[in-house]
């Protein structure tokens, strides 16, 4: 298995501008989370999906921020316009949900995001 | 509601020494514990998890840690330190089939 796949791995745009950040799960995954993570904040979750639907959505900071997730195989983040204060590395994960058990969530390489 | 707190934003060690890295959370409900690794410019990994039965959870590279439900603490150790553990740990907590909570993270630097 490949693991949680992100791309771009790096990205580095000027503010303003519209960035996507992609993310493809585990196979077999039910649930997918996203999360940023930066020195002064630590890793904060932004939403996080469960069978394609979003569950929670209060960590999305503002509405320059969106995220989808057409089918179980592929999400994307979106910002639009991006700030300066966007830049962080931004993480995908992946996990097993169901109604007896959690399991542990599987990180991706994370995109690290800078925007001048 | 679940919230996790970890001791010590930096710990430091010398080679050789034992690691003491804690967690305490707090959660309505029976939780699963896990501890996570996170290495410079890596995503998080799965260092070792607790969900039911044996209170004392064996994970990789040595580390152990112990669920004591009376203490609210899932408090992560290794005997020996080596300069690899150097890296960032988070502890996580979630209820049953919910979100994970994470810790703000414990740097473990490991002197020679």
């Known amino acids: 298995d490949a693991g949680v796949i992100q791309s771009p791995r790096h990205e580095v745009t000027e503010m303003g501008q519209e960035v996507t950040l992609r993310c493809k799960p585990i196979?077999?995954?039910?649930?997918l989370f996203w999360y940023r993570q930066t020195m002064m904040r630590g890793l904060e979750l932004l939403i996080y999906?469960?069978?394609?639907?979003?569950?929670?959505d209060s960590g999305m900071p503002e509405d320059r921020f969106s995220a989808k997730m057409p089918n179980a195989s592929f999400s994307t983040l979106k910002i639009q316009p991006s700030e300066p204060r966007d830049s962080a590395v931004y993480f995908c994960?992946?996990?097993?949900?169901?109604?007896?058990?959690?399991?542990?969530?599987?990180f991706g390489p994370g995109t690290r995001l800078t925007v001048t | 509601a679940q919230s996790v707190t970890q001791l010590g934003s930096h710990v430091s060690v010398s080679e050789g020494a034992l690691v003491l890295l804690r967690c305490n959370y707090s959660?309505?409900?029976?939780?699963?514990l896990f501890w996570y690794v996170q290495y410079p410019n890596q995503g998080l990994q799965l260092l070792l998890k607790?969900?039911?039965?044996?209170?004392l959870v064996k994970g990789i590279n040595g580390f152990e840690a112990e669920f004591k439900k009376s203490e609210t603490s899932f408090h992560l150790t290794k005997p020996s330190a080596h300069m690899s553990d150097a890296a960032e740990y988070f502890c996580?907590?979630?209820?049953?089939?919910?979100?994970?909570?994470f810790g703000d993270g414990t740097t473990l630097t490991v002197k020679p």
């Open positions: 959660s309505s409900v029976p939780p699963y």
């Open positions: 607790y969900t039911t039965g044996a209170t």
């Open positions: 994960a992946s996990s097993l949900l169901s109604l007896r058990e959690n399991y542990e969530q599987y």
């Open positions: 999906f469960n069978n394609n639907v979003p569950i929670d």
């Open positions: 996580a907590v979630s209820p049953r089939a919910g979100k994970s909570t």
């Open positions: 196979s077999g995954h039910n649930s």
